[in-house]
Nanobody, 127 residues
Framework: QARLAETGGGLVQAGGSLRLSCGSS???????????MGWFRQAPGKDREFVAG????????QDAESVKGRFTIARDRIKNTVTLQMENVLPEDTAVYYC?????????????????WGPGTQVTVSS
């Protein structure tokens, strides 16, 4: 069964940078190469929220207003990875970040449009 896994989380000071990466593994490591991909996050006591999404071919990128201009999503179709480059992070960016594969070829801001999820990686921003 194909799986997703996030790496790159950790502790960072406000104003700093962090790079998250998402890769697939399992019986068919390239199972998600034709799927839209997204990053979501969930802070304690809050609902899971959309952060950024990208289409199967690297186009159709979307960003939440809260991260626009600071976070950048990209995908490498050769390595079959999706990254989230986080710049000028804020304490309110503290959350568990999840990578997800969409049901179709484009990304969506709705969690219900995603069929596979990684276990998540913790990002903590200190003030």
């Amino acid at each position: 069964q194909a799986r997703l896994a996030e790496t790159g989380g950790g502790l960072v000071q406000a104003g700093g940078s962090l790079r998250l990466s998402c890769g697939s593994s399992g019986r068919s490591g390239r199972m998600f190469s034709n799927n839209g991909m997204g990053w979501f996050r969930q802070a304690p006591g809050k609902d899971r929220e959309f952060v950024a999404g990208i289409g199967w071919n690297g186009g159709n990128t979307q960003d939440a207003e809260s991260v626009k201009g600071r976070f950048t999503i990209a995908r490498d179709r050769i390595k079959n990875t999706v990254t989230l480059q986080m710049e000028n992070v804020l304490p309110e960016d503290t959350a568990v970040y999840y990578c997800a594969a969409a049901r179709g070829a484009v990304a969506s801001s709705r969690p219900s449009e995603y069929s596979y999820w990684g276990p998540g990686t913790q990002v903590t921003v200190s003030s």
